[in-house]
C-alpha cells in the first residue's frame, strides 16, 4: 500500500506528537460525574432530587442516632441523660432497652442458665449444612448432618435422650425395610417402608424408650415449649420448617409431574390449597382447628403445631419450585435415563433430581427466606416472635413502655442480615454449581 | 423358515399388579386412593366425634344470625343489626378494596423502581437498590409495625392543623393544602357532585348512578376512539398515509367526561377542621392507611425487581433490529420491547398481586376489619364456630386466588410464544 502513496503523498510524518491529556471535561471525577450523575437534563433533575432525599433522611436522622445511650434502666432515664448531655428537647436513640433486653429477644424466656444448648445447637447447625453445601467435606460428614435434626431437637428441649433415639430407629428400620422389600416388590417398597416406620414409632417406640430410660436414663434439664421465643422460636420454626417441607416438597413435585392421574390430582388440589390461602388463616388452623382433626384428647405442643403447619405451606411453594426444576431440564435427561433401563427412583435419584434440585437453588432459598420472614407471623397465635411478641413484651414493662423505633430497628438489622446473606449465598452458590461454561 | 416372533400368550397373572409397567400405576393409584380415603376418613371421623364430645353441630345457620357489633370502615351498608353474614361480606369487600389499591400502587411503585434501577444515573440506581433491598429483606408485619408507629406518634393530633386566629398560620400545613395525616385519621377531599342523579338501590350496596353515568361515557368514548384508530389504520393500509388522529383522539376521550363531570356538578369537597375534627372530607381511619402504603411499599420492591428482570430479558439485539428496520424509538417500545418484556413480566406479577392479596390478612396486626378481622376474628369469638369460620375464610381466598390465577393462565394463552 505504502508504494502506491509514495507517489501520490507529498509529505509522510514520521514521529508522532506527544500525547495531549485530555480536555478536563473528560477526565477523573468531572467525567465520571458527567457521564454518571448529569448526562441530561433528565438525569440532573434525578440526581438532585437524590441529593435532596439523602440530605432530609440524614439530616433527620442523623442527630437521633448520633445522641445515642446505651447505659440505662428505663425509657425515662434515658430521655434524663439525652436532655443533660445535649440538652432539653431533643430527642435521641436509647439502646439501653436493647442492652438490658437482647437475651429476650435472642432466646425468649429460656432458662439463662440453658444458653449454650440454642446456642450450640445453632453453631452445629453450619458445621451440619457443610458438607451438604461444599464438596470439600468428607462426605462422612453426611452422617451427621442426617442425626443433627434429632440431636438439635434433644438439645433444644431437653428431656431424655431415648425418644429422639427412637426417631432415629423408625427411619433406620424403614430404610432396612426399603433395602429388603426394594428387590422383591418394586415400586412398592416405599409404602412397606413407610408402613414399618410408622407401625414402629405408633407401637414399638413407646415401651422400648420407656424400658431403656428405666435402664441408662441420659436426659437434660427439660426446656417447655412456652420458653422459647425470639429468633430462637423464629430459626427453630423456619429451620425445622424447611428441613421437613424439602422431601414432602419434593416428593408433591414428583407427583405433580406423575403420569399418574390419581396422584397427580391429588398433588395438584394439595399445592394450589395451600398456596390459595394465607398463612395466617393455616396459623389459625394450627391453633384452633388441629384439635378438631386429631382424636379426642389428643394435646400436643403449639409449636409442633405450628411447625406441621408451617412445613405444609413451605412444601407447596418448594414442589412449585422444585417443579420448574424439572419442567426446566431438557426431555433427553429423561430419555436418556429410560434408555439406561434406570427404573423411576433410580433415574430421579442419580440422574434428575440433582440437575433439577441445582436449578431450584435460588427459588429453594427465596421461599426459605419468604418463610423465615413469615415466622413473625406465629406472634397471632399466642407465641412470642422477636418483632411483635417480645417487643409488646419488653413495652408492657413499665420501664420501657412507650419504647418503639429501637427494638423495630435492631430487630429489622438482625432480620436483614440474615436474609441479605441467605440471598447473596444463594447466588454465589448458583454461578458455583453452574456446569455450563458461557 | 421362519423365526416365530409371537409375544406369549399367557393369561393375566396375579403377579402382573405388580411388575408389568403396564399395570403397576394402576396397583399404585389404587393404593393411594385407598390410603387417602383411610386418611380422610380418619379426619373426618375425628371431627365428628370431637364435635361430639364438645356439644357442637357443623352449620352455617350462625350467617343469619345478628351480628352485633360495629365495623369502622365499610364499603356497603351495614349497622350491628345486620348479620354475622353481611359482616362477612363487609369484610370481603375490605380485603378486596385493600388489595385492589394497594395493586395499583405497588405496580406504579414497582415500574417507577424497577425503571430507575436501570437507569445510567449513579446514585439514582444505587438509592432503588437500597430500597429494593431493604424492603425485601424485613419482614412485612415490620413495616407494619414501623408505619404505624410513624402514624401514631409522629402525626399531629387533628387540632394542630388549627388556623391560628390572630396571625392566620396553621400550626400544620395540610399536603398540597387537601391531605391532613393525623394520629387518628388522614383526612382526604371527598368526591361530591352538586346536581347529583341519586343512587339505585340493591341488596348489596347503593349503585351511585353518578359513577354509572361516567363509567358508561367513558367507556363509549373508548370504543368510538378505537373506531378512530382503526379507520385510520384503514385508509394507511390503503394508501400508506397515516392520517393525523391525536387530537381526535384527545377530542374523544376527554370532552365528553369532561361535559358530564361539569353537568353533574363534579367538586371535591376538601377537609376542614372544625372543631377537634375535619368535615367535608373524607377521614380514612390510619389502619386502612397503614396496611395500604405498607402492603403497596413492600409488594413494590418484589415488583420493582420483577419489572427490571423483564426488561432485561430482552437483549438489546431486539432494539438494534428495530432500528434497523427503521422504527422510531417510540415504536420500537410499544411494537417490540414491550410485548416481549411483558410476557415475562405479567405472570409473576399477577402472582405478586395474589400475595399481596393474601398478605392483606395482616390487617389484624393494625386493626383493618378485612375479611379476617369480620368473618375470622369477631364473628368467630362471638359465635364459638371455629369450624365453619376458619373454613369458610379459607374457601374465600382459595376462590378468590384461584379466579385470579385463572385470569393468569387465560393472558398466558393468549400470549405464549407460537412455537414449533
Known sequence: ?438 | MTIASEPPKAGFRLSQLIYDTRYRSLTIQVIVFMLFMAGAAWLVDNTVRNLQVLGKDFNFGFLSNRAGYDIGQMLIPYTNDSTHGRALLVGLTNTLWISFLGCVAATVIGVFVGVLRLSRNWLIARLMTVYVEIFRNVPLLLWILVILAIFTETMPAPNAYKVAPDTGVAGQEMLFGMIAPTNRYTAIPAVEFANSLGAIATPLAPLSLNFLLIVAVLIGSVLVNRRLLARARRIQEATGVRPVTWWQSLLVLVVPTAAVLVALGFHLSVPELRGFNFAGGTNVSNSFVVLWLALSLYTGAFIAEIVRAGIMAISRGQTEAAFALGLRPRRTMSLVILPQALRVIVPPLISQFLNLTKNSSLAIAVGYMDLRGTLGGITLNQTGRELEAILLMMLIYLAISLTISGVMNVYNARVKLKER
Not at chain 1, 346 to 358: D, G, H, S, T, V
Not at chain 1, 390 to 414: L, Q
Open chain 1, 1 to 438: 500500500m505504502s508504494e502506491t502513496h509514495a507517489q501520490t503523498v507529498a509529505y509522510v510524518r514520521d514521529t508522532m506528537l506527544p500525547e495531549q491529556p485530555p480536555p478536563a471535561s473528560q477526565a477523573g471525577v468531572v467525567r465520571w460525574l458527567r457521564e454518571n450523575l448529569f448526562s441530561g437534563p433528565l438525569n440532573t433533575v434525578l440526581t438532585l432530587a437524590g441529593v435532596a432525599t439523602i440530605y432530609w433522611l440524614v439530616g433527620h436522622y442523623y442527630g437521633w442516632f448520633a445522641r445515642s445511650v446505651w447505659n440505662a434502666g428505663s425509657l425515662a432515664e434515658c430521655r434524663q441523660i439525652i436532655a443533660a448531655t445535649w440538652g432539653e428537647g431533643l430527642s435521641g436513640a436509647c439502646w439501653a432497652v436493647i442492652r438490658d433486653r437482647w437475651h429476650q429477644y435472642l432466646f425468649g424466656f429460656y432458662p439463662p442458665a440453658l444458653y449454650w444448648r440454642p446456642v450450640l445447637v445453632f453453631v452445629l447447625l453450619f458445621v451440619a449444612l457443610a458438607p451438604v453445601l461444599f464438596s470439600a467435606f468428607p462426605r462422612r460428614m453426611l452422617l451427621f448432618s442426617a442425626i443433627y435434626p434429632v440431636l438439635a431437637i434433644w438439645l433444644l428441649w431437653g428431656g431424655s435422650l431415648w425418644p429422639e433415639v427412637m426417631i432415629v430407629l423408625g427411619v433406620v428400620l424403614g430404610y432396612l425395610a426399603l433395602r429388603l422389600l426394594e428387590p422383591r416388590l418394586p415400586g412398592f417398597a416405599i409404602f412397606g417402608a413407610i408402613g414399618v416406620a410408622l407401625a414402629f414409632w405408633a407401637w414399638g417406640a413407646g415401651p422400648l424408650a420407656d424400658a431403656l430410660r428405666a435402664l441408662v436414663p441420659v436426659s437434660l434439664t427439660p426446656a417447655a415449649s412456652d420458653r422459647f421465643g425470639g429468633f430462637l422460636l423464629a430459626i427453630t420454626l423456619g429451620v425445622g420448617g424447611i428441613v421437613m417441607s424439602l422431601p414432602l416438597g419434593i416428593m408433591l413435585a414428583l407427583g405433580r409431574q406423575s403420569d399418574m392421574f390419581l396422584v397427580k390430582a391429588l398433588s395438584v388440589c394439595f399445592i394450589e390449597f395451600i398456596r390459595g390461602v394465607p398463612l395466617i388463616t393455616l396459623l389459625f388452623v394450627a391453633s384452633l382447628l388441629l384439635n378438631y382433626f386429631l382424636p379426642p384428647g389428643t394435646q400436643f405442643d403449639i409449636i409442633l403445631r405450628v411447625m406441621i403447619l408451617v412445613t405444609l405451606f413451605a412444601a407447596a411453594y418448594i414442589a412449585e419450585v422444585v417443579r420448574g426444576g424439572l419442567a426446566a431440564l431438557p426431555r433427553g435427561q429423561y430419555e436418556a435415563a429410560d434408555s439406561l433401563g434406570l427404573d423411576y427412583w433410580k433415574a430421579q435419584r442419580l440422574i434428575i433430581l440433582p440437575q433439577a434440585l441445582k436449578i431450584s437453588i435460588p427459588g429453594i432459598v427465596s421461599t426459605f427466606i419468604g418463610m423465615f420472614k413469615d415466622t413473625t407471623l406465629v406472634v397471632f397465635v399466642g407465641l412470642f416472635d422477636p418483632l411483635k411478641g417480645i417487643s409488646d413484651f419488653v413495652r408492657a414493662d413499665f420501664a420501657w413502655k412507650g419504647i418503639y423505633w429501637e427494638p423495630y430497628i435492631f430487630v429489622g438489622v438482625i432480620f436483614f442480615l440474615l436474609n441479605f446473606g441467605m440471598s447473596r449465598y444463594s447466588m454465589y452458590l448458583e454461578n458455583r454449581l453452574k456446569r455450563d461454561h458461557r
